[in-house]
């Protein structure tokens, strides 16, 4: 007998709830060795509502959850234009547009709140390990079965009665708990990796350093006066930060190491471009191009494997057609991060293929006669650059930033073309190290993912 799924299906139509035929057609079920138990028995939503007249502006709202890590992200300013909803510690907060795509968190933070497109849910912990629900809601396995089940749209939003009407593998706790230690077994084992290519990297980074400058690591250290109360001449306050003020002693130390002539980064420039505040499209349509984000730079390269797109018709105007276009040799810089090691962090474009960029990044084209774009690059991921930009940095709304006019005084050493080109082969040829590291760091954390869902959804 032909068991194979038919198209041609007969059902009541009283219980037709749904007017996408997708929900009907595709499976509501997970495969597994373990009991499975409805998520409406493991979580209960709670709101704790604030009108949009009563925010003080004190915590922090919710910009978005990153599909890809699940990671919090907090708006640049404590601003609303709707009411909110209060999210304590210990919640789980849903997207109610993006659950399909995987934009669950867990709150491990503390209180904040979002818009009234989150959902906010407790758990009931004396069923099931926070982590371990987090875990399996954002599985490749649920969510492929999540994503057949939920119309395109944005105002197809997923309700508690959507997400709570499927069914997930519910081992005992004691098993929850197992099950999550050969998971972060497998992490800290990939973490480790992690740390041994930094370490390799910071050793080549440190040597290519000290080609060019004599900064050691012990010029870093900045003592600090044993008394609070300092006094400023007026004629030093070149910004109204006290950090700042006391940390530019910093500065001279390094400066005063560079081996060749200096230059900074305003007078390297023939060119500078904020990207484009643009909303950007997941799905590329007809005459989209790339854009590259801030997320797109790691470890000093670019990579490509999750893109965004806009429309060609963004990147320039009437008298500048190509104005935002990106050139082979464009620098990137990220000029804006909610992270502090990862503001200033930079790659260098070599595309063939049409690429735009976005808002939180600026493009710089240097005069070739003097500087090589890569060698820019490398000089920006070593303590050289980085110790100048962990003291013009400033911090506002969770986020860390960098003007043009602080990226622009960075000062590096410039040797002839050369030399630049000899560091900068010496790089490329040295850098596998570090990436055999990342690399295999990579395939464990994959590995781990892949093993977590193996034994949860298998018979």
């Not at 709140?113 to 399996?136: A, G, M, N, W």
């Not at 081992?171 to 041994?196: M, R, T, W």
């Not at 000093?300 to 018709?313: I, Q, V």
């Not at 990220?334 to 790659?347: E, I, M, P, Q, Y």
Request: proline share 4%.
């Amino acid at each position: 007998m032909d068991e194979s799924p038919s198209l041609l299906k007969t059902m009541h139509f009283r219980k037709l709830d749904k007017w996408y035929v997708e929900f009907y057609l595709n499976s509501k079920e997970l495969d597994s060795k373990y009991t499975m138990e409805k998520i409406s028995t493991l979580i209960s939503p709670i709101k704790r509502r604030i009108k949009k007249k009563d925010y003080d502006g004190k915590l922090p709202v919710v910009s978005k959850i990153v599909f890809k890590t699940g990671t919090i992200v907090f708006r640049k300013e404590n601003k609303t234009g709707m009411d909110l909803l209060q999210v304590k510690q210990g919640d789980l907060l849903v997207s109610s547009i993006n659950f399909h795509q995987g934009a669950v968190a867990l709150n491990t933070i503390g209180d904040f709140v979002c818009s009234t497109h989150y959902q906010t849910f407790t758990i009931d912990e004396s069923k099931v390990i926070p982590e371990y629900l987090l875990r399996v809601l954002r599985s490749d396995s649920f969510l492929s079965m999540v994503s057949g089940l939920k119309a395109n749209g944005i105002k197809n939003e997923s309700g508690y009665d959507f997400i709570g009407s499927f069914e997930i593998p519910l081992p005992s706790l004691p098993e929850q708990k197992e099950i999550l230690k050969d998971y972060h077994h497998a992490l800290d084992e990939s973490e480790k990796n992690v740390q041994a290519g930094d370490n390799f990297g910071a050793s080549l980074l440190y040597d290519i350093q000290s080609r060019v400058s004599d900064l050691k690591i012990s010029d870093l250290k900045f003592k600090a006066s044993s008394s609070i109360m300092q006094t400023i001449p007026f004629s030093s306050t070149r910004r109204w930060e006290v950090g700042y003020i006391l940390k530019e002693g910093r500065l001279e130390r390094i400066y005063n190491s560079f081996k060749f002539t200096e230059y900074s980064i305003s007078e390297l420039q023939t060119k500078s471009l904020f990207g484009l505040s643009v909303k950007a499209s997941v799905k590329q349509k007809k005459d989209m191009i790339p854009v590259l984000r801030m997320s797109n730079i790691i470890n000093g390269d670019l990579d490509f494997s999750e893109l965004k797109y806009l429309p060609k018709k963004c990147v320039g105007t009437s008298k500048e057609p190509d104005k935002w276009l990106l050139k082979d040799g464009d620098f990137l810089i990220t000029r804006t991060n909610g992270s502090k090691d990862l503001v200033g962090k930079s790659a260098v474009f070599h595309e063939t293929e049409m690429y735009t960029y976005a808002s939180y990044l600026i493009r710089y084209r240097f005069e070739p006669s003097i500087v090589i774009p890569e060698y820019v690059n490398i000089l920006f991921m070593t303590p050289l650059v980085r110790e100048q930009i962990a003291v013009m940095r400033r911090q506002g709304g969770g986020q860390y930033n960098l003007n043009s006019d602080e990226i622009g005084a960075i000062r590096i050493p410039v040797p002839s073309i050369p030399e630049q080109q000899t560091i900068i082969n010496f790089y490329n040829a040295t850098k596998d190290g570090s990436n055999k590291f990342y690399e295999e760091a990579k395939e464990l954390k994959d590995k781990a993912k892949l093993d977590f869902e193996q034994t949860i959804f298998s018979l």
